[in-house]
């Protein structure tokens, strides 16, 4: 039953809008999200009050927000304090500031009164693939627990008045894993990052073919295969031929080196990389690779696009989709192929160049972060005014 306006707009005089950045601790939703708060402020929200809700830990935390004290909460990372803190602490700070829109930018939203419009904007492909092969790779406590966490997730997301997905492919699974009516998901490509742009490098530099892995280890980024594909690679003949630039630390692959030092010498780890300093990286690259099980629309696709880096990604319908012929493909548990299509590059049997403005074709499809902004905002305000906000 559709909400009255009265419901909507509660008892509170200051109607205002919450942006949820709580869910965002790592990854590239990070990026995202500093990007985000880049723009919103620097327009025009006539009518409205703007009020953040940011993660306690992380590089969102220090963000420098132009809002007063009083507009801003910091959510608690342990798992019962938040939830203690989303039923109490958030729900007393929605009502006395008369907030009738949350913007989640990716989560599974908040909880929220009849009152209020929830628009949440979902990047959680690992709850909409149950055939994934990642299921098979991960420890089987890990994995109910995991279950657990998705269950959650798709029972918070049936609460949204709203659901926002990145590409086609997500739109139809969210529907369909998390019983979501399809005219409640909505297509909103991302942006490609501000902080980063082409890059200098050529196919003329010196040295080793530099191999770009721009994620942490979570299990279903399979940055554990990396050492077995190293080793491929060397009894291939390619001694010195390659480096793998991580931005994780050497620990987490330490159990797959086991103390291999040649292999390990082929390895460059840099430990997390700062969102603004990304671009770093990307100059040292000549292939970015992505070997994930589960992605919505990696940042990694735009990054490469906007940097002039060919890709190398997983052979997933997600990635067919989104990089089409701009990316070559492999089976991220084959370590014989993903070694076989390394080679290729390596012994220049790539053509580069039509990866590359494959890529640049499809990245001028997408819009900057301006214009995307300009979307949701355009969309917040319709959805506050059917909350009887004038704006």
Sequence with gaps: MARTTSEKRGAASAPGILFDFSGIRTGGGVQLALNFLDSV??????????????????EL???????????????????????????????????????????????????HGRNVTSVVGV????????????WRHLPWRAALRQRIKNEARRRRLLAADHVIVETPVMQRRIAAHCRLAPGKVHVLPPAPSDYLGASPRTAADAGPVTFLFLSGASPHKNLWRLPAVAKRLLASGAARRFRFLVSCGADALAGELNGDTATAAHFDFRGAVASRDIQSLYDEAHVLVNLSDLESFSNNYMEAWKANVPLLVSDRDFAREICADSAIYCEPHDVEQIAQRMLAFVRGQVDIARLVANGAARLRRLGNQDTRMDQIRAMLLSYAADAGVRC
């Design 61 to 111: 935390a220090h963000y420098p927000l132009k809002l007063p004290a009083s507009h801003q909460l910091r959510c608690p990372s342990p798992v019962l304090w938040r939830v203690w803190f989303e039923r109490t602490t958030l729900q007393r700070f929605i009502r006395e500031n008369g907030i009738v829109v949350i913007k989640t930018l990716f989560g599974a939203g908040l909880p």
């Design 123 to 134: 990047a959680y492909p690992i709850i909409c693939y149950p055939e994934s092969p990642y």
């Design 41 to 58: 402020f620097s327009r025009e929200w006539a009518g409205l009050k703007l009020y953040v809700v940011l993660p306690d830990t992380g």
